[in-house]
């Protein structure tokens, strides 16, 4: 199996060690004149701590390749995988050109944290997101959404990654929304002098950002409801989102529907 990876950075990069440590074989392309070196970082460096996350032996290598253009990289290509940069009007000219040169039966994704696939596909380019979390060769999430994707789940799947398909299109797909509201709120407590920038990271690492690595933010909710689960969490704290808590005040309505389609939804409810 092969992977074409066209953008070398850190996100294409991560791409390429993820594929390759997983026994594809990887060409890359990027016209930085840097590609290559930085490609090899982090590849070093994913040497040295992908392994740690299994508890069996990866599969032997494929070899890596750097090609000279875009034709040449994506031939006979099972997947490509484009990580330039978030500008629409490039990822148009690099998406119209792989859609001429991929093989037909390849899959091409774009690793785009905020465009959705509508936005990508000008003039008759086939391409879905796939959109992945750094370092790629280490954290498993991907979203994906657009055509094809059951196929895609498959094969990122068997290269140790945990496709999260997005039921609808929508700017920024799930996660990076999530973040962003972390992130602006977090902005403005370091604007207001509330909390500096490293007070803000350690709350993260040392408080929730533990928890959210066991379990959800639903999943963490519905156990705090206690027996009388996630409805009783909803009544008793459902009130603070009214509460000048946040900078993001703009915030849904707990009306009825919404309660039962949160609880319905958290399964290990006790109701």
């Excluded at 066209?6 to 996100?11: A, D």
């Amino acid at each position: 199996m092969k992977a074409a990876i066209v953008g070398g950075g850190v996100i294409g990069g991560g791409w390429a060690a993820r594929f390759l440590l997983n026994g594809w074989d990887v060409a890359v392309f990027d016209p930085d004149p840097e590609a290559e070196r930085k490609i090899h970082h982090v590849l070093d460096n994913a040497r040295a701590s992908l392994p740690k996350l299994y508890d069996r032996p990866l599969p032997p290598p494929g070899t890596l390749g750097f090609a000279p253009d875009l034709a040449t990289a994506v031939r006979d290509a099972d997947w490509v995988q484009e990580s330039v940069p978030e500008r629409l009007d490039l990822k148009h000219r690099v998406h119209a050109a792989l859609t001429a040169a991929a093989p037909a039966e390849a899959i091409i994704a774009s690793s785009t944290s905020g465009f959705p696939p509508s936005a990508l596909t000008d003039a008759g380019a086939r391409v879905l997101v796939a959109h992945p979390f750094n370092p790629v060769y280490l954290l498993p999430l991907v979203e994906l959404v657009g055509t094809g994707v059951d196929t895609a789940a498959k094969i990122l799947t068997g290269i140790g990654m945990y496709p999260l398909t997005v039921r609808r299109e929508i700017d920024a797909h799930i996660a990076d929304r999530l973040l962003e509201a972390v992130w602006r709120e977090a902005l403005w407590l370091v604007r207001d002098g509330v909390a500096t920038t490293a007070e803000i990271d350690d709350a993260i690492r040392m408080g929730f950002g533990l928890r959210w690595a066991q379990m959800g933010l639903f999943e963490t909710y519905r156990i705090a409801g206690g027996e009388a689960g996630m409805r009783h969490f909803l009544a008793q704290f459902g009130p603070a989102l009214s509460w000048p808590w946040s900078r993001l005040t703009d915030v849904p309505e707990l009306d009825a529907a919404l309660v039962e389609r949160i609880a319905a939804q958290s399964v290990f409810c006790k109701d």
